[in-house]
């Protein structure tokens, strides 16, 4: 089984960053895609940002120029970092990885991070 641990959310005034990092760790064979989805109470889940596992990103429109995705493959790690945060970005922003184990090959999710942006 593969684990996707978040970390780095929290509490942050307009204006300021935070950096959210994706741990994947157990029985990984292979890791492909990677990704950073969001979901705002009331809201669907929604992606925010992609990486592939040779580093092409992309992003949806709100966040381009504001937050950058990263990955460093010899760590299974993720990162995603979000400057100049504004109100509408508060959400539980969740990992989401497409890979395959010794069980399983699909798409593994972590178990969220809050982040929280104050006016």
């Known amino acids: 089984q593969v684990q996707l641990v978040e970390s780095g959310g929290g509490l942050v005034q307009a204006g300021g960053s935070l950096r959210l990092s994706c741990a994947a760790s157990?029985?990984?064979?292979?890791?492909?895609?990677m990704g950073w989805y969001r979901q705002a109470p009331g809201n669907q889940r929604g992606l925010v940002a992609r990486?592939?596992?040779?580093?092409?990103?992309n992003y949806t429109p709100s966040v381009k120029g504001r937050f950058t995705i990263s990955r460093d493959n010899a760590k299974n790690t993720m990162y995603l970092q979000m400057n100049n945060l504004k109100p509408e970005d508060t959400a539980v922003y969740y990992c989401?990885?497409?890979?395959?184990?010794?069980?399983?090959?699909?798409?593994?999710w972590g178990q969220g991070t809050q982040v929280t942006v104050s006016s």
């Open positions: 990486i592939t596992s040779g580093g092409s990103t």
């Open positions: 989401k990885a497409t890979g395959t184990s010794s069980s399983y090959s699909g798409d593994f």
């Open positions: 157990g029985s990984i064979f292979s890791i492909n895609a």
